[in-house]
């Protein structure tokens, strides 16, 4: 199985996306898979021109001459595609939003799929309300719930309340995260021997940790301290 993953947060490996992708990426390594990852932070890629000359002029070829011309092909041969991104405005990264829009090239209308191709949403978002990532969902099932076509939607780690993770690990509260953490890691083995992560591991995922009002005062009093910092 080859995996393609890539990170569209702007901290890339030291931010809060990147806690919940890399152990999947270690359980998608520990079950065989080959994986690749890549950070749009580290790529060049300008936004599609819209001209459809990679359908109707030179089918399957952007004109453009950017990261793109290397990253296409791996998305052709990816099994799996995980797309990684925080929430920050109702949606996926610009950057990632970007680069999602330049496969354009990848899926010629009347030219046969060379696979069939999975997709995983990994999302992090500072809000508790797990609703935040309904935009990012919606869009990953209309381009990838479509069976007939070769794609399928095989699965979504959401992780809120990410900002309370954080400082949980930094106050080195960690128990309820190690559960977090190996059930991404588990989703990653689940992947690749059945195809699709399972319900009851996404759940684990994005569990409840403290109740939304205690959340969000906490989340008052750390604003208020920043402010005195200041």
């Known amino acids: 199985m080859n995996v393609l993953a890539i990170n569209g947060s702007p901290h890339m490996d030291e931010g809060n996306t990147a806690k919940i992708l890399n152990p999947f ?16 932070g580290k790529l060049t890629i300008e936004p599609c021109s819209g001209d459809l000359s990679c359908w109707f002029v030179n089918p399957g070829t952007c004109a453009k001459d950017d990261d793109m011309q290397t990253i296409l092909p791996k998305i052709k041969n990816a099994d799996v595609i995980v797309w990684a991104s925080p929430v920050y405005y109702a949606g996926i990264t610009g950057p990632l939003k970007t680069l999602m829009d330049r496969q354009l090239p990848a899926h010629v209308m009347g030219q046969p799929r060379l696979k069939a191709q999975k997709a995983v949403l990994v999302s992090t978002c500072s809000a508790w309300e797990i609703s935040m990532f309904d935009p990012l969902l919606g869009q990953m099932r209309a381009i990838y719930d479509r069976p007939q076509e070769g794609f399928e939607f095989a699965g979504a780690l959401l992780r809120p ?8 690990i930094k106050a080195g509260e960690t128990g309820l995260l190690e559960g977090i953490f190996r059930a991404a ?3 990653g083995h689940q992947l690749v021997r059945e195809g699709r992560i399972a319900v009851a591991t996404e759940k684990a995922v994005s569990r409840e940790l403290m109740p939304r009002d205690a959340y969000y005062k906490a989340a008052q009093e750390m604003i208020s301290q920043m402010k005195t910092k200041q």
């Open 25 to 40: 990426l270690e359980g998608l390594r520990e079950a065989g898979a080959n994986v690749e990852l890549l950070y749009t």
């Open 161 to 168: 309340m990410a900002d309370g993770m954080n400082e949980m």
């Open 185 to 187: 890691r588990e989703a």
